[in-house]
Structure formats: structure tokens, C-alpha cells
């Protein structure tokens, strides 16, 4: 917590972004740096299901490429949260990550093909 502390009254940082996927880390983060007017975005689209998601500055994440709407929907205060819609996209993401043994990016780029967005899931 030290170094978050420091980060957070360092007029050179303007906030953070987290993806520890650590509910009770990601609480002390938004505590620490909103006490401090500053930027807390969150990379962790599993975060999402953790009504705490709301209080962040917005959201970084790789499933942002293939589910854009359902990821702003879960910032948008007007929105009711749809848990059950995240835990099937981050279902079907991982279900994807077995079958080729890759990571989240690569996942996601083997999707988008097989959706014909991108002809080639290659860099």
C-alpha cells in the first residue's frame, strides 16, 4: 500500500490503472486515489462482476475489442449491471483460450476471425 500511497500523492500521476483482479486491492486503489482526485481505470474485465466496477473512471480491457457495447453498458450508471451477460462473455472467452492454448489476446483475435471481422488472427 506504500507504493500506492506515493504513486497517488505524486503530482506527476494522473491514476492508475489496475488488473489484479484482487477485489479487496482494487477497494484500497479506488479509496486511495480518488481521496486524491486522481484517475483509478481498471483493466480487469472479470472486476466487472464486483458492483464496485461503478466507481471506476472507465475501463481498459482486451474484450473491449470484441464486446464493446456489453463493457460500456457496465459502466453506464443508467444501466442496470447484467453480471450474468459478463460471466458468459468472459466464459466463452476462456472456452476459447482452452482450445488454443493461448492467452486472452489470442483468444479474442481467433474470434474475431472466426466472426469475420479480421481475415487473419496474425500480429
Known sequence: MKFLEE??????VLGIKDTSGEPEYFEKVL???????KKVMQGDTKA???ES????DGMVSVEANLYSEDLVALLDKNNKFNSEKLKKIMADIA?????INGDSTAA???????????????A
Do not use: C, M, T, Y
Open 7 to 12: 504513486a497517488a500523492n505524486n503530482p506527476k
Open 95 to 99: 472456452n476459447r483460450k482452452a482450445e
Open 53 to 56: 466496477i461503478r466507481k471506476v
Open 108 to 122: 479474442i483475435k481467433s474470434i474475431l476471425v472466426d466472426a469475420k471481422i479480421f481475415e487473419s488472427d496474425l
Open 31 to 37: 479509496e486511495i486515489f480518488h481521496s486524491k482526485g
Open 48 to 50: 466487472g462482476q464486483n
